[in-house]
């Protein structure tokens, strides 16, 4: 974020810096002094409160920025549900993901999985389209938050019927509800305890942890699976179906397009990254930044490894390039039109990366020369 010292936001309200201090203090900040420095976002507030509209600066157009959200969401194509699994460590998540991997029509068609990216997309028999994530690194997680993004629509909460609610379960609990996504459950490990008691001890530590179950009035549904044997994997699949019938999720297939890197790794031929498509189509050749790298698009593959020509709202794709350094997890993928755009992009993030880094340094140092005199 970019950094304001509160002399320069006095100057820019024009307000004299005493009654600023003045007013700051009424405000609640505390031992704030005309050097002191706040984030772009806290002055935002400030001036907010002063009657002033502030506007991010864009580096005279120089960033790249995704566009304005559609009119009309409900005129635009239908794309896959994207559905994370969360769930507290060794409850069964990737044993899950690996039985829906192996049971979808694609994979058959390939003949098998070869790779084990964290994001993949089923083909129900239906011939309905899933995209399944597994949890996201945390820090990619927090920064695709922050920036009030929901990579996910749906999360399939995973809790295993001999060990019931854990921290973990509580974290994703809330993240679900802080993100206001919407959950399903899956008791898992139904082929080692089906006992109905066991289940319904479940549902009860569920309940009360703010989990607005079915069966006590509330609208998440909950089904017993086992990721082991399959048992209870058609009710999971048919209960995200319903889920994602109400919840009706449409895209842009067309425009510059739109993701998030899920995950970004070096591979024998050069670097890779999981990206998901959120809107538009990336196709092989297109350009694309991320966070403070670009790259044109030399391949693309699915996590069956099969070669992609293109990639539309809903789809995980790794995405092969020359990228100047890595792209990092939870970075916000744009596509430009040409590469002067990317670059300026590049060079101008770098800029604002660099002058917040100085401010915060310069804060510091102010900070230790006082507390020295
Ligand atoms: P994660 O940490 O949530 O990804 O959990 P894993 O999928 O790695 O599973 C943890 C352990 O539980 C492994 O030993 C799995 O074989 C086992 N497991 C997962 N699902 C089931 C299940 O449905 N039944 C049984 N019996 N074991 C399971
Ligand atoms: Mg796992």
């Given at each position: 974020p970019e950094y304001i010292s509160v002399s320069d936001l006095a100057n820019a309200l024009r307000i004299k810096p005493r009654m600023f201090l003045v007013d700051l203090e009424q405000l609640g900040f505390e031992n704030i002094v005309q050097d002191s420095v706040m984030t772009g976002e806290t002055a935002a507030l400030v001036a907010a409160e002063y009657g002033f509209e502030t506007k991010v600066d864009t580096g005279d157009g120089r960033d790249l920025k995704p566009r304005p959200p559609p009119e009309d969401p409900f005129a635009l194509p239908p794309r896959p549900p994207i559905v994370t699994i969360m769930g507290h460590v060794d409850h069964g998540k990737t044993t899950m993901l690996d039985w829906l991997r192996k049971s979808s029509v694609a994979a058959g068609e390939h003949g098998g999985i070869t790779q084990h990216i964290g994001a993949f997309s089923v083909k129900l028999k239906s011939g309905k389209l899933i995209t399944f994530l597994d949890t996201p690194g945390h820090a990619a997680f927090l920064s695709m938050r922050q920036r009030g993004a929901n990579v996910t629509d749906i999360v399939v909460l995973v809790v295993a019927v001999d060990d019931s609610v854990k921290p973990q379960t509580i974290e994703a609990i809330k993240h679900a509800q802080n993100a206001k996504v919407p959950m399903i459950v899956a008791i898992n490990k139904i082929d080692v305890d089906d006992d109905p008691r066991r289940i319904d001890a479940v549902k009860t530590d569920l309940a009360s942890n703010g989990v607005e179950i079915e069966d006590y009035g509330g609208d998440v549904q909950v089904v017993a699976v086992s990721g082991?044997?399959?048992?209870g994997m058609g009710d999971l699949e048919e209960s995200i179906l319903t889920l994602s019938e109400i919840l009706d999720m449409r895209a842009e297939t067309d425009g510059m397009a739109e993701g998030w890197v899920l995950e970004a790794s070096v591979k024998a031929d050069g670097r890779a990254a999981t990206i998901l498509v959120k809107r538009g189509t990336l196709r092989i050749g297109d350009l694309i930044v991320a966070g403070k790298t670009y790259t044109r698009i030399r391949t693309m593959k699915n996590e069956a490894g099969t070669d992609m020509k293109e990639a539309g709202p809903g789809t995980p794709v790794e995405i092969y390039g020359s990228w100047k350094q890595p792209p990092m997890a939870g970075d916000m993928v744009l596509q430009a039109p040409d590469e002067t755009k990317a670059q300026n992009a590049v060079e101008y993030r770098q800029e604002i990366a660099d002058r917040a880094n100085s401010a915060a340094q310069q804060a510091q140092k102010e900070l230790a020369d006082r507390e020295e005199a």
């Open positions: 082991v044997t399959g048992r």
